[in-house]
């Protein structure tokens, strides 16, 4: 699976996670243990999902370690991102 990661290191809760696309992608904020199933094909449990307009906001729910990735659900194609974190 070709997917981009980003790893956001520890955050707070309530901070903001702002995910730039120049198209349609599949954006998911998860966890560590989520971000580990995901990488091996497993079941996971994500914030966010198919991101039709850019920029796209998510909210960090709670403290720890986050990881973003961005896909294009098996379709054809590149895409580009840009991630920042606003407190």
């Not at 995910?19 to 998911?28: F, I, K, Q």
């Not at 199933?37 to 079941?43: D, T």
């Not at 990881?67 to 098996?74: A, E, N, S």
């Amino acid at each position: 699976m070709n997917f981009l990661h980003n790893d956001l290191g520890h955050l707070n809760g309530g901070e903001v996670v702002v995910v730039s696309l120049d198209h349609a992608a599949n954006v998911r904020l998860m966890d560590a243990s989520n971000f580990q199933s995901y990488r091996q094909g497993g079941r996971h449990r994500y914030f966010g999902g198919e991101a039709r307009q850019s920029p796209i906001r998510l909210r960090v729910p709670q403290s720890g370690h986050w990881h973003v990735t961005i896909d294009l659900g098996g379709r054809a194609g590149t895409i580009r991102a840009g991630v920042r974190v606003i407190s």
